[in-house]
């Protein structure tokens, strides 16, 4: 089991940017797969970007170009870097580790983009 802890959202103008980060607990955050999902109000959580342990990482169509998911395993961390933000990305984005046919969570963190 791995906990873990978002931080990094708040309110920004459309055009703007915002970095999120989530710290993980466990020493063994390198074998963990981990992506950024977003769930927006009367929507489904939907994966936002990707990264898999030897670094590979894969977006969603809507923000290719925009955002950049990046690990640190030295600091247990991983960050989503958001540019060009638009309303659509107004959402709860939660941090996801996956190991094997674990999923642990985070509890989220609120981005709301303006127009």
């Known amino acids: 089991q791995v906990q873990l802890v978002e931080s990094g959202g708040g309110l920004v103008e459309a055009g703007g940017s915002l970095s999120l980060s989530c710290a993980a607990s466990?020493?063994?955050?390198?074998?963990?797969?981990m992506g950024w999902y977003r769930q927006a109000p009367g929507k489904q959580r939907e994966l936002v970007a990707d990264?898999?342990?030897?670094?590979?990482?894969s977006y969603a169509d809507s923000v290719k170009g925009r955002f950049t998911i990046s690990r640190d395993n030295a600091k247990n961390t991983v960050d989503l870097q958001m540019n060009s933000l638009e309303p659509e990305d107004t959402a709860v984005y939660y941090c996801m580790a996956k190991r094997g046919f674990s999923n642990n969570w985070g509890q989220g963190t609120q981005v709301t983009v303006s127009s």
């Open positions: 990264i898999t342990i030897g670094g590979s990482t």
């Open positions: 466990s020493r063994i955050f390198s074998t963990y797969r």
